[in-house]
């Protein structure tokens, strides 16, 4: 680089922060947590804004309900934005999968081994839910399989055939559901073991007395369980190097001799069976499902992904988070208002951000 | 002429040409060649879609703009006169004062989508229409004391719009093409019988008035942006569409235009609600806002022919013919399979919409142009040197 880049470059640089001239005082220190950590916060802005709102107890249960519907979220979103990311596939088709996936683990829940969900003791009940969720996992993934080969694999790299073809193939998915499942919802009552709530002690301050309804911490963890093994694969692992790369530049890594395809292929089908654990996971949050449920939750995933900004992991596990919870806030507020309130965030964050939360790859 | 009025982008194709012809005269003889309540609808629903469709191309086709959000501009025309004629009677200036009231938020929404679209990329447009229409809906849905939430509102149309309303005094008679030919077909030999049964009594009333105020309206919208998309304007779309850089480079700002286009054809979306609620005379959320409203909408467009305005046209009429009709065949079909199957299942006249979308699927691999271009292209080639 020439010293005449050079300083260009120092310039546009010290241009695009101007937060940094302020000094070192709080006003700077918190104009530069505002710019370098978007995500926090807008997360601590999120959670402080209707703690004056709301009174602390009833904040609390809505935090916790917000985290748990964050979390099923951000399984759902994961792997669209991962696809997005990678291969610049925008898969609309994602909702059939969350369908597909509750509708998948409904069936071993309701049917196959009903007898086992339906008991009270936590071990016979979680023989009914793992097989429940793998099943989920296992039909959401093999049909992403097919699905790739057939409909996605033809229109690679053309964005408008893209869109349609996978808006066609997301009809199609969801008319196959209503013919294996019937066209009428279904109810999915939730294993007795995840019923109820923890109540917390009186003893700690603020927050004591409040019910924590047990099924959402479960999402909780499981949300956070996926997100760690997420990140571990994406920072530690050799296909986790892979996919940041391909993600960076696709072509440079197909030129270092690795098959990006199949890499893809591998990104695509786990997106799909994260979609259906979600969906699954869903599934027994609402203890009904219908055809349509993954079109809905669409919205709430398109939104993620645009909020954490594309092929980001970790944006799109916060930007989940914040849909959860601007979602209870709000739903409890104004209950009419939440979905508005969703888009509303959307559009702010792209005014204030174009480009995401945490943006990995230039848009 | 007759190349003015057609701007100078006449069909092209002899097979195409006919079957524009056949849907002009159903169109514009409509009621008095169909006999039944189900036929007019679909008639009046065909001349409303046609707006839709055509106004969606613009985008799509046109410009490569995917915008999901076509359906709120829609339903803010349907709902703008259900809300107007509930508030202020049935009378013209509630029609009037509709109209411009959905107009002017559709401008300024469709403003507010295309400058935020600025600010993001392409693909991020199909996105954001997405989640702003979701939220649009939900909001139509949830303000019950102003929609009417899911039971939707009763459109209370003019007088002289609706069933009492008699402008002839004097008796009209319709010819019933398909009683003519389904007797052609069983009696042939009884051919005097035939075209006795075939003439039926038309009550021309204030429906049939209202239907040939859609489909003028939806024969001038045509033709306008049959001049819009062959103008200068026009071409500068489809060179946005070819290659935006290109486009830019060479002086023109493709945001005005691309932003120009938006707005046109949310404003003839919303034209075409305001028909749909005067036809209708009843709107919800299910027949205006709906998600699967807008992918029918899309699939018509794909179908007829992207970025052929003839295509929007052919594909809305094939479409509502499937949507109306398709279900008594797969019925035909399901009674030759025996019950209880998968099979069966699969001809279920519910699933109709299965064998469309993979007919779509396989229409987008196949026939990337739709119908429409599919015909311009075979009639090409068979006269190479012309």
């Known amino acids: 680089m020439s010293a005449l880049e050079k300083t260009l470059d120092n310039k546009s640089a010290r241009r695009e922060r101007p937060w940094k001239a302020l000094g070192k005082g709080p006003r700077a220190r918190f104009a530069a947590f505002r710019e370098e950590k978007p995500h926090l916060f807008l997360l601590a802005l999120m959670m402080l804004v209707p703690l004056f709102m709301i009174n602390p107890t009833t904040w609390a249960v809505l935090t916790i309900s917000g985290l748990a519907m964050g979390a099923m979220v951000f399984l759902m979103a994961s792997g669209m934005t991962l696809t997005f990311g990678l291969m610049n596939v925008l898969n609309l088709a994602h909702g059939a999968f969350i369908s597909l996936g509750a509708f998948a683990g409904a069936t071993v829940l309701t049917v196959w081994l009903n007898g086992y969900s339906g008991d009270s003791s936590l071990l016979v009940n979680l023989v009914a839910i793992l097989p429940a969720l793998g099943f989920a996992l296992a039909v959401a993934g093999l049909v992403g399989l097919l699905f790739e080969r057939l409909v996605i694999k033809p229109v690679y790299g053309d964005h408008l055939k893209q869109i349609l073809v996978t808006v066609g193939g997301s009809i199609i998915l969801l008319e196959l559901i209503q013919v294996i499942w019937g066209p009428n919802e279904i109810p999915v009552p939730r294993p007795d073991a995840l019923r109820g709530a923890f109540i917390v002690s009186d003893a700690i301050p603020l927050i004591g007395g409040i019910a924590l309804e047990k099924y959402r911490l479960i999402a909780v963890l499981l949300g956070l369980a996926v997100y760690g093994l997420m990140t571990w694969v994406i920072d530690r692992t050799r296909v986790g190097v892979l996919i940041r790369a391909g993600v960076e530049d696709r072509e440079m890594v197909e030129v270092h001799g690795y098959r990006i395809r199949l890499l893809f292929l591998g990104v695509f089908v786990a997106g799909s069976a994260l979609a259906g654990l979600g969906g699954a996971m869903w599934a027994m949050y609402r203890e009904i499902i219908t055809a349509h449920m993954g079109d809905e939750l669409m919205i709430s995933v398109i939104v993620v992904i645009i909020l954490g900004g594309l092929g980001s992991i970790k944006g799109c596990f916060y930007g989940a988070i914040l849909v959860g919870l601007i979602n209870l806030y709000v739903g409890f507020l104004e209950p009419r208002l939440a979905a508005v309130a969703t888009v509303g965030l959307m559009v702010g964050v792209l005014m204030w951000r174009p480009q995401g939360l945490i943006p990995v790859i230039k848009v | ?386």
């Open chain 2, 1 to 386: 002429m007759l190349n003015a009025i057609f701007s100078g982008d006449t069909p092209r194709s002899r097979p195409l040409t006919a079957i524009l012809l056949v849907i002009l005269v159903c169109l514009a003889l409509g009621p008095f060649l169909f006999d039944g309540t189900r036929a007019f609808s679909t008639l009046g629903m065909i001349c409303v879609f046609i707006v839709v469709v055509a106004s969606y191309d613009l985008m799509l086709g046109y410009t490569h703009i995917v915008s999901f959000a076509h359906t709120m501009f829609f339903g803010i025309g349907a709902y703008g006169m259900a809300i107007a004629t509930d508030a202020m009677g049935n009378n013209f200036t509630a029609i009037l004062v509709g109209l411009a009231g959905a107009i002017a938020l559709s401008v300024v929404l469709s403003l507010l989508l295309g400058l935020l679209s600025l600010r993001v990329k392409a693909i991020f447009f199909a996105l954001v229409t997405l989640a702003v229409a979701f939220a649009f809906l939900s909001l139509a849905t949830q303000l019950y004391n102003i929609t009417g939430g899911e039971d939707g509102l009763r459109v209370r149309v003019p007088r002289e719009l609706g069933p009492a309303f008699r402008p002839f005094d004097g008796e009209l008679r319709g010819f019933s093409i398909v009683t003519f030919l389904s007797g052609l077909f069983t009696e042939p030999g009884n051919l005097g019988e035939v075209l006795r049964e075939s003439v039926f009594k038309v009550r021309f009333s204030g429906r049939e008035l209202m239907y040939y105020v859609a489909f003028v309206v939806s024969l001038l919208v045509f033709l306008f942006l049959l001049r819009m998309v062959n103008s200068p304007f026009g071409r500068v779309l489809q060179a946005i569409r070819e290659n935006e850089f290109r486009a830019q480079a060479l002086g023109y700002r493709t945001v005005f235009y691309r932003t120009a286009a938006v707005i046109v054809s949310a404003v003839l979306a919303t034209l075409a609600g305001v028909m749909f609620a005067l036809i209708n005379r009843y709107v919800n959320p299910e027949n205006t806002l709906d998600f699967q409203l807008m992918v029918f909408i899309l699939l018509m467009c794909v179908i007829g022919g992207m970025g052929t305005l003839y295509g929007s046209v052919v594909g809305v009429a094939l479409f509502l013919l499937a949507q109306n009709y398709l279900q008594d065949l797969l019925r035909l079909f399901a009674a030759q399979v025996p019950e209880g199957g998968v099979m069966a299942e699969l001809v279920a006249p519910d699933r109709w919409l299965l064998w469309f979308g993979v007919l779509f699927v396989l229409s987008v691999y196949f026939f990337p142009t739709g119908i429409v271009g599919q015909l311009r292209i075979w009639s090409q080639r068979r006269k190479p040197a012309a």
